[in-house]
């Protein structure tokens, strides 16, 4: 289903949650533009910016009058808007284990992953402390192995078919696959990961951009 009103998003390409909405809307074939904004590019301080996302922070959603902030709410709100009941289940229960595994994301997922990337790709050699990458290391071995556990039993995160909560973990799972660091042998986290590859929206938003 199309929609007439232009679609931009506001963030850099390297910012792993403007990663998930790039994906999902080439999942859903609905064209955008992007405006480079945060990290190296600022902009997300100016008061035009913060008068649409009061945090300060990238991604931010703007659908004709309508602006969406926070990256797993866009994820929805996109998955609503155009009506991809395949990528988030109107039933009940079924939107219960996608929303679940977002919400995953956001609480421990991401602050745990963001701290080894921080420490590694954002810290300059000679500043790095190898004990605190090792501590966030292990924090993100842990909860891998949990997600492993879980899909010992499914596909995907929502269940047998491809979701926006896949999405909304992918480009952290691409950091854990791609960061130098020791990794457990995981083979259903490993199974999932190689799936995720073979989606050429994954591939053009997330592996393509790098580790930057």
Not at 44 to 63: C, Q, R, W
Not at 83 to 101: F, M
Not at 193 to 200: D, F, G, I
Request: charged share 25%.
């Amino acid at each position: 289903m199309t929609n007439s009103l232009a679609l931009t998003v506001l963030g850099r390409s390297n910012s792993s949650n403007v990663q998930k909405v790039m994906w999902l809307l080439d999942e859903i074939e609905q064209p955008c533009v992007r405006v480079d904004m945060g990290g190296e590019f600022g902009g997300n301080k100016a008061a035009d910016y913060l008068a649409k996302n009061p945090n300060g922070v990238v991604p931010t959603l703007i659908h004709g009058d309508v602006v969406v902030w926070e990256s797993n709410s866009i994820l929805r709100y996109l998955a609503n808007r155009f009506h991809a009941a395949g990528l988030y289940p109107t039933d009940p229960v079924g939107r219960s284990w996608v929303d679940r595994w977002m919400d995953w994301q956001l609480s421990s997922l991401g602050p745990a992953n963001r701290t080894l990337f921080q420490r590694i790709v954002r810290t300059p050699p000679e500043q790095r402390r190898q004990d605190g990458i090792d501590e966030a290391r292990d924090q993100n071995a842990e909860l891998f192995r949990l997600l492993d556990s879980y899909l010992e039993r499914s596909e995907y995160l929502g269940g047998a078919s491809f979701s926006i909560a896949d999405i909304a973990v992918g480009p952290l799972a691409y950091r854990w696959a791609t960061l130098p660091v020791e990794r457990p042998r995981l083979g259903n986290l490993e199974r999932w990961y190689a799936s995720l590859c073979k989606r050429e929206a994954f591939r053009k938003h997330v592996i393509e951009i790098g580790l930057s």
